[in-house]
């Protein structure tokens, strides 16, 4: 089943300005983590923040969590043409053997227009 | 620098073939996955392998089996390859501590004809 959930499921905006994709995901869990994926290839890992974090930035990149409301979003500011791709959300559960496993949401698709 | 890589970006089989996807990492992970991804489905895990010869399965094995003799090679294997397996598979790669991140190869397009 799907932990992740991205929303929303595409988004199309104009070069320069700010892009924010939200997850909610059900249980709790150890961290979260954010992938971007360039068309017809594989993932890139982005960031991760674990649960006892609220924010994290890297470059462009600024995520937030929310245990509580049991969601993150991650914003990506001055979006270039090149940001285009799917977003995706993965998380590692808190509990169990499954620790090393990655669920992943379904992904937001954005594109950057020029 | 960290790397993935798969045996084939694209290949082509025929319905009953035996098709074998190979994956090697580089970087003395123990943890190594295969997923497929489908449009409006998203990644899900077919199997992983946490030691050599080690594996279990994911949310949906059924119609594959894997092989890990090495620590740095994950094979997939489909026994009888069928239409329904048509589909991105996509390798990954992680250190043992819980939660790391994964590491993912490029991606192998598979068409059953």
């Known amino acids: 089943s799907q932990q992740g959930e991205e929303d929303p499921q595409a988004l199309s905006i104009q070069e320069g300005e700010n892009a924010t994709m939200n997850c909610s995901y059900k249980?709790?869990?150890?961290?979260l983590q954010w992938y971007r994926q360039n068309s017809g290839r594989g993932l890139v890992h982005l960031i991760l923040?674990?649960?006892?974090?609220r924010e994290k930035h890297s470059g462009r990149l600024r995520v937030t969590l929310d245990t509580s409301k049991k969601s993150s979003s991650l914003l990506i500011t001055a979006s270039r043409a090149a940001d285009t791709a799917s977003y995706f959300c993965?998380?590692?559960?808190?509990?169990?053997?499954?620790?090393?496993?990655?669920?992943f949401g379904k992904g937001t698709l954005l594109t950057v227009n020029p | 620098d960290v790397k993935v890589t798969q045996s084939s970006r694209y290949l082509v089989k025929r319905t009953g073939e035996k098709v074998f996807l190979e994956c090697v990492q580089d970087?003395?992970?123990?943890?190594m996955f295969w997923y497929r991804q489908d449009p409006g489905l998203g990644l899900r895990l077919i199997y992983f392998?946490?030691?050599?010869?080690?594996?279990e399965k994911g949310d949906i094995p059924e119609g594959y089996s894997v092989s890990r003799e090495k620590k740095e090679r994950f094979s997939l294997i489909l026994e009888s390859a069928s239409t329904n397996q048509t589909s991105m598979y996509l390798c990954?790669?992680?250190?043992?501590?819980?939660?790391?991140?994964?590491?993912f190869g490029p991606g192998t397009r598979l068409l059953v004809l």
């Open positions: 990954a790669s992680s250190l043992i501590r819980a939660g790391k991140t994964q590491y």
């Open positions: 249980t709790s869990i150890n961290n």
């Open positions: 923040i674990r649960s006892n974090e």
């Open positions: 993965a998380t590692v559960p808190n509990s169990g053997g499954s620790n090393y496993k990655l669920t």
């Open positions: 970087m003395d992970h123990e943890n």
């Open positions: 392998s946490y030691d050599v010869k080690m594996k």
